[in-house]
Protein backbone atom coordinates (compact mmCIF):
# COMPACT_ATOMS: atom_id res chain seq x y z
CA UNK A 1 0.00 0.00 0.00
CA UNK A 2 1.33 3.91 -1.10
CA UNK A 3 1.40 5.97 1.80
CA UNK A 4 0.60 9.82 1.17
CA UNK A 5 2.45 11.78 0.93
CA UNK A 6 4.84 9.63 -1.13
CA UNK A 7 8.41 9.79 -0.43
CA UNK A 8 9.27 9.50 -3.93
CA UNK A 9 8.64 11.29 -7.17
CA UNK A 10 7.04 8.71 -9.55
CA UNK A 11 7.49 9.74 -13.71
CA UNK A 12 4.97 10.59 -15.97
CA UNK A 13 5.92 9.71 -19.22
CA UNK A 14 4.97 12.23 -22.35
CA UNK A 15 8.03 11.71 -24.59
CA UNK A 16 5.61 13.82 -27.29
CA UNK A 17 6.02 16.94 -25.45
CA UNK A 18 9.99 16.89 -26.99
CA UNK A 19 8.57 18.56 -30.12
CA UNK A 20 7.58 21.98 -27.29
CA UNK A 21 10.99 22.49 -26.53
CA UNK A 22 13.48 21.37 -29.34
CA UNK A 23 11.09 23.97 -31.73
CA UNK A 24 12.30 27.31 -32.07
CA UNK A 25 9.95 29.94 -31.88
CA UNK A 26 9.87 32.07 -35.15
CA UNK A 27 10.55 35.78 -34.37
CA UNK A 28 7.63 38.92 -34.02
CA UNK A 29 4.51 38.14 -34.46
CA UNK A 30 2.94 34.36 -34.78
CA UNK A 31 -0.14 35.18 -35.22
CA UNK A 32 1.03 37.63 -38.00
CA UNK A 33 3.20 35.56 -39.61
CA UNK A 34 0.24 32.95 -39.64
CA UNK A 35 -2.27 35.44 -40.80
CA UNK A 36 -0.01 36.16 -44.16
CA UNK A 37 1.01 32.59 -44.67
CA UNK A 38 -0.28 30.13 -47.24
CA UNK A 39 1.70 27.32 -45.06
CA UNK A 40 -1.28 26.36 -43.33
CA UNK A 41 -0.01 22.99 -41.34
CA UNK A 42 3.20 24.47 -40.35
CA UNK A 43 1.44 27.20 -38.72
CA UNK A 44 -1.14 25.02 -37.01
CA UNK A 45 -3.99 27.12 -38.97
CA UNK A 46 -6.43 24.48 -38.98
CA UNK A 47 -9.33 27.22 -41.22
CA UNK A 48 -9.98 30.11 -42.61
CA UNK A 49 -12.27 32.92 -43.79
CA UNK A 50 -12.39 36.31 -45.20
CA UNK A 51 -10.74 38.42 -42.50
CA UNK A 52 -10.15 35.90 -39.61
CA UNK A 53 -8.85 32.35 -39.09
CA UNK A 54 -8.40 29.67 -36.79
CA UNK A 55 -5.31 28.65 -35.63
CA UNK A 56 -4.51 25.84 -32.61
CA UNK A 57 -2.49 26.92 -29.89
CA UNK A 58 1.06 25.49 -29.70
CA UNK A 59 1.10 25.39 -25.80
CA UNK A 60 -2.64 24.18 -25.55
CA UNK A 61 -4.22 24.45 -21.99
CA UNK A 62 -6.23 21.01 -22.99
CA UNK A 63 -6.50 18.94 -26.16
CA UNK A 64 -7.59 20.80 -29.10
CA UNK A 65 -6.87 24.62 -27.85
CA UNK A 66 -7.91 26.50 -30.60
CA UNK A 67 -7.68 30.62 -31.30
CA UNK A 68 -10.11 32.18 -33.46
CA UNK A 69 -7.70 35.65 -34.99
CA UNK A 70 -8.37 38.34 -37.25
CA UNK A 71 -6.11 38.68 -40.41
CA UNK A 72 -5.97 42.84 -39.33
CA UNK A 73 -3.46 43.16 -36.21
CA UNK A 74 -5.86 44.88 -33.83
CA UNK A 75 -5.11 44.99 -29.97
CA UNK A 76 -8.99 45.42 -28.95
CA UNK A 77 -12.43 44.69 -29.63
CA UNK A 78 -13.48 47.79 -30.54
CA UNK A 79 -10.63 48.25 -33.34
CA UNK A 80 -12.57 45.44 -35.19
CA UNK A 81 -15.27 46.50 -38.21
CA UNK A 82 -18.89 45.06 -37.58
CA UNK A 83 -17.99 42.68 -40.28
CA UNK A 84 -15.45 41.23 -38.55
CA UNK A 85 -16.50 41.21 -35.40
CA UNK A 86 -19.30 39.17 -36.64
CA UNK A 87 -17.20 36.96 -38.45
CA UNK A 88 -14.72 36.40 -35.25
CA UNK A 89 -17.46 35.04 -33.47
CA UNK A 90 -18.70 32.84 -36.12
CA UNK A 91 -14.90 30.98 -36.12
CA UNK A 92 -15.69 30.67 -32.13
CA UNK A 93 -18.54 29.04 -33.17
CA UNK A 94 -16.95 26.89 -35.72
CA UNK A 95 -14.53 25.95 -33.53
CA UNK A 96 -17.08 24.38 -30.60
CA UNK A 97 -18.75 22.75 -33.42
CA UNK A 98 -15.32 20.79 -34.58
CA UNK A 99 -13.98 20.80 -30.78
CA UNK A 100 -17.04 18.94 -29.56
CA UNK A 101 -16.74 16.39 -32.96
CA UNK A 102 -13.08 15.85 -32.55
CA UNK A 103 -12.01 15.79 -28.91
CA UNK A 104 -15.37 15.17 -27.42
CA UNK A 105 -15.32 18.53 -26.12
CA UNK A 106 -18.36 18.93 -23.32
CA UNK A 107 -18.22 22.36 -22.77
CA UNK A 108 -15.34 25.66 -23.15
CA UNK A 109 -13.70 27.98 -21.70
CA UNK A 110 -14.04 30.88 -24.43
CA UNK A 111 -12.01 34.43 -23.57
CA UNK A 112 -9.71 37.53 -24.86
CA UNK A 113 -6.73 38.36 -22.64
CA UNK A 114 -6.67 41.79 -23.16
CA UNK A 115 -2.98 43.56 -22.16
CA UNK A 116 -0.35 42.31 -20.63
CA UNK A 117 -1.39 42.28 -16.90
CA UNK A 118 -4.67 40.26 -18.35
CA UNK A 119 -2.36 37.54 -19.50
CA UNK A 120 -2.20 38.52 -23.38
CA UNK A 121 0.75 37.19 -24.92
CA UNK A 122 0.28 38.92 -28.08
CA UNK A 123 -1.20 42.08 -26.75
CA UNK A 124 -1.33 44.00 -30.15
CA UNK A 125 -3.02 41.33 -31.98
CA UNK A 126 -6.54 40.11 -30.49
CA UNK A 127 -7.13 36.57 -30.59
CA UNK A 128 -9.72 34.47 -28.51
CA UNK A 129 -9.13 31.41 -26.77
CA UNK A 130 -11.27 28.55 -27.17
CA UNK A 131 -10.56 25.84 -24.68
CA UNK A 132 -11.97 22.67 -24.60
CA UNK A 133 -13.23 21.10 -21.36
CA UNK A 134 -14.91 17.45 -20.13
CA UNK A 135 -16.82 16.88 -16.92
CA UNK A 136 -14.27 15.52 -14.36
CA UNK A 137 -11.23 16.63 -16.42
CA UNK A 138 -9.70 18.76 -13.54
CA UNK A 139 -7.13 16.85 -11.02
CA UNK A 140 -4.29 17.14 -8.92
CA UNK A 141 -2.04 17.42 -11.11
CA UNK A 142 -2.55 20.78 -12.51
CA UNK A 143 -3.68 22.29 -8.94
CA UNK A 144 -0.39 20.48 -6.44
CA UNK A 145 1.98 19.26 -9.62
CA UNK A 146 1.49 22.46 -11.70
CA UNK A 147 1.45 19.98 -14.89
CA UNK A 148 -1.01 19.40 -17.62
CA UNK A 149 -1.77 16.10 -19.44
CA UNK A 150 -2.59 16.78 -23.32
CA UNK A 151 -3.28 13.37 -24.47
CA UNK A 152 -2.48 13.53 -27.76
CA UNK A 153 0.15 15.32 -29.87
CA UNK A 154 -0.01 18.26 -31.45
CA UNK A 155 0.05 17.07 -35.14
CA UNK A 156 -2.42 14.43 -34.74
CA UNK A 157 -4.97 16.57 -33.51
CA UNK A 158 -4.41 19.45 -36.03
CA UNK A 159 -5.20 16.91 -38.76
CA UNK A 160 -8.37 15.85 -37.33
CA UNK A 161 -9.75 19.44 -36.35
CA UNK A 162 -8.51 20.17 -40.46
CA UNK A 163 -10.79 18.08 -41.52
CA UNK A 164 -13.51 18.43 -39.31
CA UNK A 165 -13.39 22.37 -40.38
CA UNK A 166 -13.24 21.25 -43.97
CA UNK A 167 -16.47 19.47 -43.66
CA UNK A 168 -18.18 21.77 -41.59
CA UNK A 169 -17.07 24.44 -44.05
CA UNK A 170 -18.40 22.73 -46.73
CA UNK A 171 -21.76 22.05 -45.39
Not at 58 to 68: E, K
Not at 73 to 101: F, H, T
Request: hydrophobic share 45%; proline share 5%.
Amino acid sequence: MTEFPKTEIEALWAPWRVEYFQRSEPAGDFLLAAAQTTEDEAHLVVARRRSTFLIMNRYPYAAGHIMAVPYRKVAGLDALSEGEMVELWSMVILAQKILREVVKAQGFNIGINSGACAGAGVEDHLHVHIVPRWEGDSNFLPVIGQVRIIPEALMGTYQKLREAAFRAESC
